[in-house]
């Protein structure tokens, strides 16, 4: 089945560590998203890119950085990580075109805890 | 800025028990969609309203779009505990701001057995 990946699952780290969260996707879709979850706040979205060339910035895109390499691979990091950055990340992914309503097939996240 | 309101914010039921949650806005949405996230997992679309008024039906699951596009609901009938899990509601806007979903804080449902 066509799928949206992401790795890792879970990660530990330590402030002030370099860290990078990847997805990907077999959906053939050229719209991709990072979204956080924290308890209480809902999700929300990070950065967004429509294709290899075009990234854009979310609601909360401090402290983070994108790097789309393929129509299929969307990554997120975190150049210095903090403990406000702890959350669940997810990467998602939509059609484009003007029969879409914009409805996002989610990747199952990776938690993410910054000591 | 887009707000979607949604309540109850938790709901505990016993299996069989009919539920409706609530998804409400000032704003109104091209299409609304529903999602539900099981532990462990991201969200899952359940369902796209497009249509004012619209109303559809997943099995025991009844989606409604509210008349002026701008509010929507979920109805659960005879609850079980498969249905236990985060029920999202996300509102999309057509045009150039299309790319973006306001979604929801959701409404995190226990059905016991």
């Known amino acids: 089945d066509a799928d949206v990946t992401q790795t890792p699952r879970n990660r530990i780290t330590k402030t002030g560590k370099r860290i990078m969260l990847e997805c990907s996707q077999t959906?053939?879709?050229?719209?991709m998203y990072w979204y956080r979850q924290d308890p209480g706040l809902g999700l929300r979205l990070i950065y967004y890119?429509?294709?290899?060339?075009?990234?854009n910035k979310g609601e909360i895109s401090d402290g983070y950085s994108v790097s789309r390499q393929a129509q299929a691979k969307f990554s997120l990091s975190l150049e210095s990580a903090i403990p406000n950055q702890t959350a669940l990340y997810f990467c998602?992914?939509?059609?484009?075109?003007?029969?879409?309503?914009?409805?996002?097939?989610f990747g199952p996240g990776t938690r993410l805890t910054v000591l | 800025t887009q707000l979607l309101e949604q309540s109850p914010q938790f709901l505990s039921i016993q299996e069989g028990e009919n539920l409706t949650v609530y998804c409400n806005s000032s704003?109104?949405?091209?299409?609304l969609q529903w999602y539900r996230q099981e532990p462990g997992e991201g969200p899952v679309l359940l369902v796209t309203?497009?249509?004012?008024?619209e109303v559809k039906k997943l099995k025991r699951l009844t989606f409604q779009f509210g008349d002026a596009r701008k509010d929507s609901s979920l109805h659960i009938t005879a609850a079980q505990p498969g249905d236990t899990g985060l029920y999202l509601c996300?509102?999309?806007?057509?045009?150039?701001?299309?790319?973006?979903?306001?979604f929801g804080k959701g409404t995190l449902l226990t059905v016991n057995p």
């Open positions: 998602a992914t939509s059609l484009a075109g003007g029969l879409s309503y914009n409805e996002q097939f």
């Open positions: 959906k053939g879709h050229d719209r």
């Open positions: 890119s429509f294709d290899v060339k075009d990234i």
């Open positions: 704003s109104v949405f091209s299409s």
């Open positions: 309203v497009v249509t004012g008024g």
């Open positions: 996300a509102g999309a806007n057509s045009g150039g701001s299309n790319y973006k979903l306001t």
